[in-house]
């Protein structure tokens, strides 16, 4: 069932449809229903221009409760139709294709030889990966180019609660008096992940956790394999060297984990 919730990522992020449709995907009888919005702009749509935008999310149609419902529905809203621009307002991906279509014209104006190769996008997608009757996952992704220096691509992942939508800290599903246990389980996989030695600091090996002790932060999200985190460019390393994700199995981590969350 994990697979068939997922659409894929590459297909969101490459397809070419430029059709707008839904289609309506059951998770659990009489538990979670979502329909899935794709959202497709590009140049063709406009004179003059190089820009993309591609929306692929979940708008929720029935769930546990009516909080989980409207809590998940204001959560993706606020994600997906949140602004590229400060102090630019908008409500809708149409706002969003706009805004950026009047910042590439600007653009142009100004530097007339900017070069024509190049196309600005932005790619935002919401998946629900993972759901029990205690808890609803999810993963917001966005990739995003407006002719700086460099693409920019993050991830959040978050967890809410099934029967209010209240969207669930680290230190509220880890047992009382585990978190130091946690946080030794979590680094030597972080470590493995990253190919640091035992012998070597977090500072040594470039990273940038205060006083070189490795902290959890709180984008995870509970799945099917276990627990999540992810850690976005900038946040603990160069943005050469990309972001970290690594997963506390299943069955490492129950031991951590309250009753709900196991």
């Known amino acids: 069932m994990f697979k068939l919730l997922i659409l894929p990522f590459l297909i969101f992020f490459f397809s070419q449809s ?6 309506i995907f059951p998770l659990q009888q009489d538990t979670l229903q979502y329909k899935t919005i794709p959202f497709y702009r590009d140049s063709k749509d406009c004179k003059n221009c190089k820009v993309r935008v591609h929306f692929v999310y979940p708008k929720i149609l029935h769930a546990r409760t009516f909080a989980v419902r409207d809590s ?35 653009l142009l104006k100004k530097f007339p030889r900017y070069p024509q190769n190049i196309k600005w996008y932005l790619y935002r997608n919401v998946k629900i990966i993972h759901h029990t009757s205690d808890y609803i996952s999810v ?39 585990m978190m130091d246990s946690l946080l030794s389980v ?22 940038w956790f205060d006083n070189n002790r490795f902290t959890l932060n709180n ?18 390393a160069p943005y050469a060297w990309g972001p ?17 969350y196991q």
């Open 18 to 23: 430029q059709t707008n449709h839904e289609s």
């Open 72 to 106: 998940l529905n204001k959560e993706i809203r606020d994600f997906m139709f949140g602004s590229v621009y400060t102090g630019k307002e908008t409500e809708s991906p149409e706002d969003i294709f706009q805004n950026m279509v009047q910042e590439y014209d600007t």
């Open 139 to 177: 993963v917001m992704n966005e990739n995003v180019f407006t002719g700086g220096a460099h693409p920019l691509s993050t991830r959040f992942y978050n967890s809410y609660d099934n029967r209010t939508g209240h969207r669930l800290n680290l230190n509220e599903i880890i047992k009382p008096g």
């Open 186 to 207: 979590s680094e030597k996989i972080f470590r493995s992940t990253r190919s640091i030695s035992p012998d070597s600091t977090l500072g040594q090996a470039g990273f």
């Open 219 to 236: 984008n995870f999200a509970l799945s099917s394999k276990g627990l999540v985190f992810y850690y976005n460019p900038y946040e603990i």
């Open 244 to 260: 970290t994700q690594f997963i506390i199995p299943r069955d490492k981590v129950k031991r951590f984990l309250k009753s709900p």
